[in-house]
């Protein structure tokens, strides 16, 4: 069983990555500007709707388990945008 530290570490060098990797696609010029925007779009739209997300299937089909099917139907989408991202390995980024 993982402790709750183990668990935070992994969670937090996971997030770190996803912040690399968008910051990378966006030039020196304008890269703290994309990276807020990018961020506050998605936390403000997923996040705000995250409740409805997770109680409407619940509703719908009574099982408490399918918010999980929604997490299953949308990993495909992610998959997809990270497979299209590219290398960013030996290339200036300034």
Same mark, same amino acid.
Do not use: C, E, K
């Given at each position: 069983m993982?402790?709750?530290t183990q668990s935070h570490l992994r969670n937090r060098d996971t997030l770190k990555g996803i912040?690399?990797? $968008?910051t990378e696609v966006f030039p020196l010029r304008?890269? %703290?500007?994309g990276l807020a925007i990018v961020?506050?779009?998605g936390?403000?739209?997923l996040g705000g709707f995250a409740q409805f997300i997770a109680t409407?299937? $619940?509703g719908v089909t009574g099982s408490k388990l399918a918010? %999980?099917?929604?997490v299953i139907a949308v990993s495909p989408v992610s998959m997809v945008a990270v497979f299209m991202s590219r290398e960013m390995k030996?290339?200036?980024?300034a």
């Open positions: 993982q402790s709750w912040g690399i990797n $968008i304008i890269r %703290a500007t961020y506050g779009l936390v403000s739209v409407w299937p $619940i918010p %999980a099917g929604y030996g290339t200036a980024l």
